[in-house]
């Protein structure tokens, strides 16, 4: 009997690991599966996310912009003066140096005086002399005792004794050669000890506040230009905005070999930034688009001749390809496709395509530039 029970307790010792082991295989498979749905799930999202673009945009807006004409100058001064001698001496010293600020009347060196402080002594002598003289001959010519004549001759010659000794005095005075105009002191040729004449040039004082640029513009554009017109300069040495400048002269004559004519720009230069001989570039306005919408120029992504620009809408960047208007080196006048407010990608846009995905990063908001220019003419 005991042997009949062993070979069936064995079986359904069997049978009872086989089910449980099953079920446990059952929930590893489950839970491997599961498992494997998750990494594929995360892997979508993962490459989902990876189709996705990052850009930065600014805002369309409304401004103004200009047409201009483009042209490049040197910048000179309007007031200028050489400093010269009025007479012959040696430099005895010198008060101002290069770059110096000088008011008009002041002192920029002094001669030696000596000579000249001898001749006033003796003019002065030479009048007091003819003075006293005329006193005496008055008196006598109040009594009659004098002619008419001798009197006239007597007061003739005492005006012409003064007027050497103011001679000699101004002579004196010149021994202090003084600045013409207010300014800096531009160049200094004078050095101490040497003699000078009046033909050689001591020094230069330039203003710097009342500068002009002297440019020459087609002929084709004479119509256009006028007294007082607007313009603005910029100077690629110095990073800072452009300077206010206006029409101030307009030759009426065209040169025929050029087929240009001479217009001279006035420049505003209150921090006197602009020194005279930098070189600038000068836009002279001609037109003006009021309150038009405008974008940055580095949104424009150039397809041979077209213009193209990527607006963010729902995520989804889309191509516009751009009718532009006025330009100058910020912004662009868009004059189709573009609503105020669209988010333009400004970074992120080389190379892609149209309906591609996108995740703005940053937005900059509003940036367009104030009107200092405009398309070149």
């Known amino acids: 009997m005991k042997k009949k029970l062993i070979p069936f307790i064995a079986f359904i010792g069997v049978f009872i690991f086989t089910q449980c082991g099953g079920d ?13 749905s998750r990494d594929s799930l995360e892997k979508g999202d993962r490459k989902e996310a990876e189709k996705t673009v990052p850009v930065e945009v600014v805002e369309a807006a409304r401004g103004d912009i200009s047409n201009y004409i483009l042209l490049s100058s040197n910048i000179e001064t309007e007031i200028m003066a050489d400093v010269y001698a009025r007479v012959q ?17 002041e002192v920029l060196l002094s001669l030696e005086p000596e000579q000249y402080a001898l001749a006033e002594q003796a003019a002065a002598v030479e009048y007091r002399k003819q003075l006293a003289k005329y006193e005496r001959l008055k008196k006598m010519h109040e009594k009659k005792l004098l002619s008419d004549e001798e009197y006239d001759d007597a007061k003739y010659t005492l005006d012409a004794m003064r007027i050497k000794w103011d001679e000699a005095k101004l002579n004196l005075d010149f021994m202090k050669v ?14 101490i000890g040497k003699r000078i004449q009046p033909s050689d040039k001591l020094f230069s004082v330039v203003n710097n506040q009342e500068v002009i640029a002297v440019v020459y513009v087609p002929e084709k554009n004479i119509n256009q230009l006028k007294v007082g017109q607007q313009a603005y300069i910029f100077s690629e040495n110095i990073r800072s905005k452009p300077f206010p400048a206006w029409i101030k002269r307009i030759s009426p004559v065209v040169d025929p070999q050029s087929g240009t004519f ?12 602009l020194r ?13 688009h009021k309150n038009v919408l405008l974008i940055p120029k580095a949104a424009v992504v150039y397809e041979n001749q077209y213009m193209n620009v990527y607006v963010v809408r729902d995520s989804v960047a889309h191509k516009i390809q751009l009718n532009a208007g006025y330009e100058d080196a910020d912004k662009i006048e ?18 892609m395509k149209d309906k591609t995905r996108v995740n703005i990063v940053f937005d900059r908001g509003v940036v367009i530039a104030s009107n200092t220019g405009g398309v070149k003419n």
């Open 24 to 36: 446990a295989r059952g929930r590893i498979d489950k839970e491997d599966s599961s498992a494997t």
């Open 276 to 288: 005279p001989g930098m070189f600038v570039n000068a836009h002279i306005i001609t037109d003006t």
């Open 262 to 273: 001479k217009v001279t720009l006035g420049v505003k230069n209150e921090n006197q930034l």
């Open 89 to 105: 001496g040696i430099v005895e010293k010198i008060y101002k140096e290069e770059g110096d600020y000088v008011k008009k009347g």
């Open 334 to 351: 868009a004059l189709n496709g573009i609503n105020e407010g669209d988010k333009i990608i400004i970074v992120g846009q080389a190379g």
């Open 178 to 191: 003084r600045s013409p105009i207010n300014g800096r002191v531009g160049e200094r040729l004078a050095k």
